[in-house]
């Protein structure tokens, strides 16, 4: 099925566009990771999100996905460039493969030699798929040498700036620390050391250990229930009905289990009453927002982006106060003279920011949490819709004798199948072109957030595969003009 | 039993155009010709005969295997210049002829060198801006260097300047001598009568004669031209018994078909006319062929 002798032959005459693709597609996906930023895109997510109209009309779990590396890579490199660039290549290189040497007649020579016809295909059926696959063996690795030069997210537990500066005050090792935030929360000169570290003010600083804590507690009552920590978040009440979870979450914390349960229970009734409010909130956080930003002279959005701005600038911090209102004026007393009111307002929009940074600094830890086995697994679905869609062209390649033909439905299939999938995304509308493309069965969302994926993969392989071995039976079969 | 063995081959593409109902066997250490005009069908019948293509019916055997199933074995046998000469992809003559070398196996480049200095090939040019005579030669070399017991080739002196041709019929002659089995496609007769020792005449498809170049060689029926030196001597000729094929009055020409046994008579009668001149019409495979269109 396979000779070694053409084998090496193909490829140094493909290699070179094979090494150009591969050399743009690698940097590309190093760019896109390299300068992934989790706290602009979040801070760009949650400006989308306030934007009244907008929210709706946006998939929610696209904009949760794009938060982490791996779900923007999902919908930029492996939603778009990547495809596509892998797509011109799977397309050029099975056009040359077999058509194109008939077309102009040079397989003659291959095929005057005692070299069988399901040799000679099959051998280019292999440098096409084995041209695909190190395509992408070299996408990953290049991919994850830049996720752990750029962002440590490999190896080598990295700790945060704050973790290091705090342990170093102690002088105890970092990995401690890390594993028990209370060390910092607990001493004052950790916290300005911590808060130092990380380049923000120390009331910001509190509320993020407070919230990791908190994650933390959520993390370790998760664990001793046995459920996902979305699962534990979602529904407080799980921790408060089991006293493992319950202990285990107290213990994170330096709590026992009854004050932890008493601090819950405070939570789970704030969180109900604030699920009313939160759509009332962030209306006037955003007229404030709005206001700052003039005073500011820059545009909302960027502002959105970098809210530590508006706390520099006593002048932006009053108009955005005054503007978001966030203490309805009824709560005030008879007489309460503006000066008090305005300062309230303004304590109260300080804090809103102050949760916001802290909120900032929690999902820039997040965005690093990078899961090898996800990337590698959306690596190997972009090969196996790539094998796939290189068995659409290698078929047609195998079957005209002539590359035009060859390529206007080795080519203009795989094309259309992009278009498809590229229109069924603009809008609802439009959704049920995706069941005309191929490439709806890969899908990088459902790889990042843990949907179906696997019997998608099973179809490309195996529809590839077919392809492949049609090729080559059609080839095996035909009468060549040579 | 031949070497080559074609049984009522036809390939219709339609419209007149392929075989039909092709028959030729072809002997060990044989060349033979295979002539027509453009469109004829030479090229059709040679791909089958690689195995490129499969006969709609009849079968064609090469040293007893079959032409279409057993294609990749009979290579073993075979050299073959295709009609339309389009090289792989390869930067030089010289790295072509190593890249074709190494797919069929071979090792001694002796034999290749040999021919390549034979047709004055310079094989490191540059493939790609090679002349069509160098292509040729290129692939002539190709063809030959495994000195396999088959060649087979479709129209092989296209491009070649005659001193080349020249060339080129002289190794098809050593190659002869050495017992190899040569099967060329042409549309010149000159060249088929130099070198082969059967020429095929196909036209619209179908084969019209086999014919041996021997045969024509030493064929006893021979034409002379007269021309007598006034008209009245002509006149008076045309009465004598001999068999006319033209008869020129203005230019007082005749054409006179005399067979050997009846030669003596012919130069007897001759002595009692005075003639301007006399030439023998030399009887060639065109003329041959000629009659039969």
């Known amino acids: 099925m396979f000779s070694k002798t053409i084998f ?29 930023d989790p706290k602009m895109i979040q801070g760009m997510m949650d400006m989308i999100k306030s934007m009244p109209g907008v929210a709706d009309m946006i998939d929610e779990s696209m904009l949760s996905g794009a938060t982490s590396l791996l779900g923007m890579l999902g919908q930029s490199f492996y939603g778009m460039q990547g495809i596509l660039l892998g797509l011109i290549f799977v397309i050029m290189t099975a056009n040359t493969l077999v058509a194109s040497q008939v077309d102009r007649g040079s397989m003659a020579y291959l095929l005057s ?13 292999l440098y096409l798929i084995s041209s695909i696959l190190s395509m992408f063996l070299v996408v990953t690795i290049v991919g994850l040498s830049t996720v752990q030069l750029a962002h440590h997210g490999l190896w080598g537990t990295e700790y945060t700036a704050d973790v290091k500066a705090a342990a170093a005050l102690l002088e105890v090792d970092e990995e401690t620390v890390d594993e028990d935030l209370t060390l910092i929360r607990d001493n004052p000169q950790a916290i300005t050391a911590g808060a130092e570290a990380r380049g923000v003010d120390q009331d910001v600083y509190t509320i993020y250990l407070n919230q990791k804590l908190a994650n933390n507690a959520y993390q370790a009552a998760a664990d001793a229930l046995g459920v996902d920590v979305a699962a534990v978040t979602a529904d407080p009440t799980l921790i408060r009905n089991s006293p493992e979870a319950l202990s285990a979450a107290g213990a994170v914390l330096g709590l026992d289990s009854t004050t932890y349960a008493t601090q819950l229970d405070q939570l789970i009734a704030q969180s109900a009453l604030s699920a009313d409010h939160a759509q009332e909130m962030q209306g006037k956080v955003v007229a404030g927002l709005t206001a700052a930003a003039e005073v500011l002279d820059i545009e909302p959005g960027d502002l959105a982006q970098d809210m530590g701005k508006i706390k520099a600038n006593p002048a932006a911090l009053g108009a955005a106060a005054d503007a978001a209102a966030l203490i309805p004026a009824e709560s005030f007393p008879e007489g309460t003279p503006p000066a008090a009111v305005h300062q309230a307002n303004e304590a109260a929009f300080l804090s809103i920011i102050n949760a916001q940074l802290a909120n900032d600094e929690i999902s820039l830890d997040n965005g690093l949490d990078f899961s090898v086995k996800d990337y590698l697994l959306l690596n190997l679905g972009a090969f196996l819709l790539m094998f796939a869609i290189g068995g659409i062209s290698f078929l047609f390649s195998c079957v005209f004798n002539l590359s035009k033909n060859s390529l206007a439905l080795g080519a203009g299939i795989p094309v259309a199948f992009f278009i498809f999938q590229i229109m069924s995304q603009v809008g609802s509308s439009l959704e049920s072109f995706k069941y005309l493309s191929l490439n709806t069965l890969f899908d990088p969302n459902a790889i990042t957030s843990h949907g179906t994926f696997v019997p998608q993969f099973a179809i490309l392989a195996v529809l590839g595969i077919t392809l492949y071995a049609t090729g080559i039976k059609v080839f095996k079969e035909k009468d060549l003009p040579l | 039993m031949p070497l080559i063995e074609i049984n009522s081959v036809t390939k219709d593409y339609g419209d007149g155009r392929g075989n039909f109902d092709v028959s030729l066997s072809i002997e060990r250490g ?30 064609i055997t090469v040293n007893g295997q079959d032409a279409w199933s057993d294609a990749a074995e009979i290579k073993k046998l075979v050299g073959y210049i295709p009609g339309e000469i389009a090289f792989p992809d390869a930067p030089t003559g010289t790295a072509f002829l190593r890249q074709q ?9 002796s034999y290749a060198d040999y021919v390549t200095e034979k047709l004055q090939l310079d094989p490191t040019a540059n493939l790609k801006r090679m002349s069509k005579g160098m292509k040729q030669k290129t692939a002539i070399v190709a063809a030959f260097m495994t000195d396999a017991d088959i060649l087979i080739m479709d129209e092989p002196t296209t491009g070649l300047d005659p ?26 007769f000159e060249e088929v009568e130099d070198t082969c020792d059967h020429v095929a005449l196909i036209k619209d498809g179908r084969i019209i004669a086999v014919k041996s170049t021997l045969e024509i060689k030493h064929n006893e029926d021979k034409v002379y031209k007269l021309e007598f030196r006034t008209h009245e001597d002509y006149r008076r000729f045309l009465a004598e018994d001999f068999e006319h094929s033209e008869q020129r009055d203005s230019q007082n020409q005749v054409l006179v078909n005399v067979h050997d046994t009846d030669i003596d008579r012919f130069m007897n009668v001759l002595t009692y006319y005075p003639i ?3 030439t023998e019409i030399k009887y060639s495979l065109e003329k041959y062929f000629k009659t039969l269109y």
Do not use: C, Y
């Not at chain 2, 797919?103 to 480049?109: A, K, V």
């Open chain 1, 8 to 36: 090496k032959q193909t490829l140094r005459s493909n290699w070179k566009l094979w090494a150009i693709f591969t050399a743009i597609m690698a940097a590309m996906s190093a760019l896109v990771i390299a300068v992934f």
């Open chain 1, 113 to 125: 030699t005692p070299i069988k016809r399901t040799r000679v295909v099959g051998t280019q059926a």
């Open chain 2, 30 to 59: 044989e060349v033979f010709g295979f002539v027509g005009t453009n469109g004829a069908g030479k090229t059709t019948l040679i791909r089958q005969l690689m195995g490129f293509l499969q006969p709609d019916s009849g079968t």
């Open chain 2, 101 to 109: 070398a190494e797919l069929l196996g071979l090792r001694d480049m």
């Open chain 2, 163 to 188: 001193l080349m041709r020249a060339e080129f019929v002289d190794i098809l002659n050593d190659e002869k001598a050495k017992g190899k089995t040569i099967f060329m496609s042409s549309h010149m």
């Open chain 2, 276 to 278: 301007n001149f006399i």
